[in-house]
């Protein structure tokens, strides 16, 4: 019996060092694993980080690119706009003051008073005329009938 449980005894410790043995053992990755996958960790963020930059300069490079249109389209349309008030002011029976001009895209609107219908016809025809307009509204009341 002395010898059975000496036997057991040793087979206890045993099975109690593995268990010591086996718990000090992690599943865990060893330094230089985690290290390598902490490397290609910073590695796919340097990449996501470059293909954000690059999204963020094609977005910049398109915005400013259609604020350079708007500014483009802006700049001609107060060129339209002068021209056409311009051609107003040098009509004998336009007051370029009672008539407001205003330009978008290149159709221009026409508001205020007009001493008669010839002149208000001719304010139409004299808009059409400036170079880059594409329609005239012509929204002039005639003086006495507006």
């Known amino acids: 019996m002395n010898s059975t449980l000496r036997f057991t005894a040793l087979a206890t410790a045993i099975a109690a060092s593995a268990l010591v043995v086996a718990c000090g ?8 694993q985690r290290l390598d996958g902490a490397v290609a960790d910073v590695q796919q963020s340097g990449s996501q980080l470059g293909n954000d930059a690059r999204q963020a300069a094609q977005d910049m490079k398109v915005a400013g690119s259609e604020a ?5 389209r802006g700049a001609a349309d107060a060129t339209i ?3 056409v008030n311009a051609a107003l002011a040098a009509d004998d029976q336009l007051s370029a003051l009672a008539i407001d001009v205003d330009t978008s895209n290149g159709r221009v609107e026409l508001t205020g008073t007009a001493p008669n219908a010839e002149a208000r016809a ?8 400036v170079e880059g307009v594409v329609q005239v509204d012509n929204r002039l009341t005639v003086e006495g009938q507006g």
Do not use: F, I, N, Y
Not at 25 to 32: A, F, L, S
Not at 68 to 72: F, Q
């Open 122 to 129: 001719r304010a139409t025809t004299l808009a059409q005329a």
């Open 68 to 72: 350079a249109d708007t500014m483009a």
């Open 81 to 83: 706009t002068a021209k």
């Open 25 to 32: 053992e992690r599943e865990d990755t060893t330094v230089g």
